[in-house]
């Protein structure tokens, strides 16, 4: 019998830190490209930090290979957090990390006393891991964007008739 190539992944989710900064960099501009820091999301990411306490990393075998990051926002009168960017190295697509790293952050969006995680990303990715779309142009951005990709998870029960204004950074 032929012996047989057996690959070993050993995924880990970590909460981010600082010593993340660099490979999370290299992550996005793989994903997005020069022209992420032009969009909308990114404008709003400009006016502050994100919360790292519910930011995370995924690490196969010691390696960071995603990430997502989550930014504390005021939408209309909903205080919530904004999900991105998430991210997979192309070596690690289609497996089922940025899933998980989704389903974490929202999690612990919820647990820190968020109203609701918004996003700017495809429907038909995002609406079918529990995103709705928001009100046609209910929110301005401090940019462009196309109104028809703006999502939300509420996470309480009041949410869509709030989120109408501006979305901005909260402290």
Same mark, same amino acid.
């Given at each position: 019998m032929a012996p047989q190539l057996l690959l070993k992944h050993d995924l880990v989710y970590l909460t981010e830190d600082? $010593? %993340?900064d660099e490979i999370i960099e290299i992550i996005n501009a793989e994903?997005?490209?020069p022209g992420r820091h032009a969009r909308a999301a990114a404008r709003i990411r400009e006016q502050g930090p994100h919360d790292r306490s519910i930011s995370f990393v995924c690490a196969d075998d010691g390696e960071t290979i995603a990430s997502v990051r989550m930014t504390p926002v005021i939408a209309g009168s909903v205080k919530g957090h904004?999900?991105?960017p998430l991210a997979v190295r192309p $070596? %690690?697509?289609n497996r089922g990390i940025g899933r998980e790293l989704l389903r974490i952050a929202i999690e612990a969006a919820r647990r820190k006393g968020s109203e609701a995680v918004v996003l700017v990303g495809d429907p038909p990715y995002y609406c079918p891991l529990g995103f709705e779309k928001?009100?046609?142009n209910a929110?301005?951005?401090?940019?462009p964007v196309d109104p028809g990709?703006?999502?939300v998870v509420p996470l309480v029960d009041d949410v869509h008739?709030?989120?109408a204004g501006v979305i901005a950074w909260r402290p």
């Open positions: 600082p $010593s %993340h994903a997005f490209g904004m999900l991105g $070596s %690690h697509k928001v009100s046609y929110l301005a951005f401090p940019g990709r703006v999502l008739p709030r989120l």
